[in-house]
């Protein structure tokens, strides 16, 4: 049987509140029974040590215990309590009795001759009574002795005990009812969050990434429905992402592959003939395809954290003038003009040479692709603080604000179309983001004041 949480709960606040509830009135008449009768005890003590002085006093005037055999009268005088401080004596009926004949402790009081034998007062004299020697010119002549309260039964005081008992009973039932109300409140009220969340929980189990929980508070319970939206955010955007990276990498393979089937088709139907020209046309489509897996290699690498670094102090100016020179001729031919700011001194970082070659590269041909011609490339480089700062900066056509984050996005191009004779397929800026973070560095994409795209590089110096 299955047991939903709601009704876990609830039994277990109302279990708890019933055994305490239960403890402390177990406790509460145990303690009670204990003090009263402890109580009682006292006040016979009390009433004993009043009546010892009554009994001195009678057996030094009779010179013997014989007058108490005649009957009863002569006990009821040596049991008269003594004069108040203000001299008052008793008299029954018009003067309230010491609390101790209220409590019933003047019963319970024996008179015993020189032989332990009851002359007077109460006739069951048992083991443990508290006694006092009465005690004339130096001589005792007897005891008087106390039986203790056992209980308040014997007490009779068992009205006052059953009137305990039912106000207890009272407060219990009342208590248990209350933490009923309070379990079922924190059951139904307090859960209810916790229930939406468990539901969402389960359809976005089941696929649905779109699922989220209204967040009604600013305790635990809501901060638990803050990061399960932000979750199912993270999971709906993952799972777009996967969608879209399938689709363009079957794009960007097919692409190629189509080029090369339908050369391959022509010149088998001998419709183009197998020369020069149409070596170097094939050979650009695989070029053009073993560039991009080497390119989804290496960002697969960067995500488990594999990709080789081989690390050591090497100058950023140097490499940066070799990536410039090795594509001067491609931006003279693309009608870009070049403008350089280096230092003299050199800029040494601690990094692998051939990535930040790479790096370099993927920054100057994305700006070969997407510049519009007559249009300028400014790189500078220089020490801020801790680090070195790299800056390419380009003319138009610029990215909207909105999309300068996406550009190190995988397959994301600034331009709406997909057309491959504007660009490559959309990896070189994420592969400089994996070489630049492997470096410990930041790179970020800004608005560039010459109307194009700012590529801010910073790396830590050796």
Known sequence: ???????????????????????MGAASRWNFER?????????????????????VAAYRQHGSWEF????????????????????ERFEPGRTPPPVSDLTGAMLRIALLDINRQVIAGFREVRRGATERAVSVDGKTVGWVVMNPFQSVSEAGDQRFQQNQARASWVIGSLCVLLAAGIAWWIARVLLAPVKRVAGATHRLAAGDYESRVAVSSNDEVGQLARDFN???????????????????????LRTPLGVLHGELEAMEDGVRRLDAQAVRSLQHEVGMLNKLVTDLYDLS??????????????????????????????????????????????????????????????LVLNTCRYTDAGGVLRIAAREQGEGIAIDLMDSAPGVEAAQLPRLFERFFRGEGSRNRASGGAGLGLSICRSIVEAHGGT??????????VWVAVRLPRA
């Open 1 to 23: 049987m299955k047991i939903s949480i709601t009704t876990k709960l609830f039994l277990a606040v109302l279990a708890t509140a019933v055994l305490a509830v239960v403890a």
């Open 230 to 252: 932000s979750l199912a955010h993270t999971l709906q955007r993952n799972e777009q992402m996967r969608r879209e990276f399938m689709a363009d990498v079957s794009h960007e």
């Open 301 to 362: 690498l960067a995500d488990v954290g594999a990709l080789a670094y081989r690390k050591a102090d090497v100058d950023l100016r140097e490499l940066i003038e070799a990536s410039v020179d090795a594509f001067r001729e491609r931006l003279a031919s693309a009608g870009l003009r070049l403008e350089l700011d280096l230092p003299a001194q050199p800029l040494v970082a601690f990094a692998d040479e051939r990535r930040m070659q790479q790096l370099f590269s993927n």
């Open 35 to 55: 003090g009263f009768v402890g109580y009682l005890n006292e006040q016979g003590v009390e009433r004993l040590d009043a009546v010892l002085p009554n009994a």
């Open 68 to 87: 108490l055999r005649e009957g009863p009268g002569p006990w009821f005088e040596i049991m008269r309590p003594a004069p108040s401080a203000s001299g």
């Open 443 to 452: 790179i970020e994409a800004k608005a560039s004041p010459l109307g194009g």
